[in-house]
């Protein structure tokens, strides 16, 4: 278990009511997430023995596991923290697609901003994993289905159409981009009218100038302003400059082991330590469990600081499993006593 400075944890001790309170009214709000959809296959067999056809080794299968990644993850995440969410994006007119329908119908996920594609795939990331009767599983290789064509303008302005009907009707967008085609410039443009937008992005973090949060991790950071942040006067000025190149009131920067840090204004810069530093597994998608976790916070009324620090232990449960995760409200109540309950010993 991680161990938190003491000033740190008398500070989360003195919140805990209040963060508490801020969980049970997740169920309260309703995001729209304009992001890239993504579907996450894992299949997963027993090796019975090298090809005759070439030198590989033939799997026999015995599951498939199916969950949304990319920004279909952020959206999974909102919905089971609590929230309403309603999604705007793209699948193609195939399988995985209505696959992806159904898994996010099944979690009361309104979908009839999702646009089907005809000439373009649903962006589809098939892992295959293999094992010997007496070994771990581990993978064997990834297969992509994507397209580099870009959606017609046609449907940008079809899906900018949805997010400008639903603006009155959210307390927050979260533009979710992995650069697969649904953040471009008249989808941007719609969810930037919001008055609490929050930009997940890879790059480009400028395309989103008057955002009100920007959350990049540091590799995305680094890309954004040119330079290594290895040591706390880059930190800092890495800060100061997304905050000119963005407009944004507000930057994020997670850091993984190291924690987060919030840059607001030229002066102000606050920093989070990680919750857990120890059991991690996989963090893939424990960005966007921050996003959703801190959207949801946002709108329930509560400080930057206090989504920060929920987005933080809701990130610290998800990289405790292996694969694209999701967190509940009982596990991050749970996670919060538990942590001040070792923080107290």
């Known amino acids: 278990m991680t161990k938190l400075p003491p000033s740190f944890v008398s500070r989360l001790r003195d919140a805990e009511p209040r963060l508490m309170e801020l969980l049970d009214r997740f169920s309260s709000v309703s995001v729209l997430v304009a992001g890239d959809l993504t579907l996450d296959e894992f299949l997963t067999g027993e090796v019975e023995r090298i090809s005759r056809e070439a030198p590989v080794p033939i799997i026999r299968h015995e ?43 099944n979690a009361g996920i309104e979908t009839s901003g999702i646009v089907v594609e ?3 795939p649903t962006v589809t990331k098939t892992r295959i994993s293999a094992h010997a009767r007496q070994s771990v599983t581990q993978q064997v290789i990834r297969v992509d289905r994507k397209s580099d064509d870009l959606p017609s303008v046609e449907l940008q302005e079809k899906l900018a159409s949805y997010i400008d009907g639903e603006i009155s009707n959210v307390g927050a967008i979260v533009c979710s981009d992995y650069g697969d085609g649904v953040l471009m410039p008249p989808t941007i443009r719609s969810a930037l009218k919001h008055p609490l937008s929050i930009v997940d992005t890879q790059k480009g973090l400028s395309r989103f100038f008057g955002a009100i949060l920007f959350t990049p991790n540091i590799p995305e950071a680094e890309k954004e302003v040119g330079y290594a942040i290895d040591s706390d006067e880059a930190l800092r000025k890495a800060g100061a400059d997304l905050l000119d190149r963005t407009g944004a009131q507000y930057v994020l920067i997670t850091r993984g082991g190291d924690g987060m840090s919030l840059f607001e204004g030229s002066e102000s810069i606050e920093h989070i330590p990680a919750f857990n530093r120890t059991d991690v597994f996989d963090v893939t998608g424990a960005g966007d469990t921050v996003v959703a976790a801190l959207t949801l916070a946002l709108c329930s009324g509560a ?4 989504a920060i620090v929920l987005g933080n232990l809701a990130a610290s449960l998800v990289v405790r499993q292996f694969g694209t995760a999701t967190t509940d409200i009982d596990e991050m109540k749970a996670a919060l006593t538990a942590l001040l309950s070792v923080e107290t010993c």
């Open 303 to 306: 400080s930057v600081w206090e």
């Open 63 to 105: 599951s498939t596991r199916r969950v949304p990644g990319g920004g279909a993850n952020a959206v999974y995440n909102l919905a089971t923290l609590g929230g309403q969410v309603k999604v705007a994006g793209f699948i193609g007119d195939d399988e995985q697609g209505r696959a992806l329908v159904e898994i996010f119908q």
């Open 118 to 120: 005809r000439d373009r």
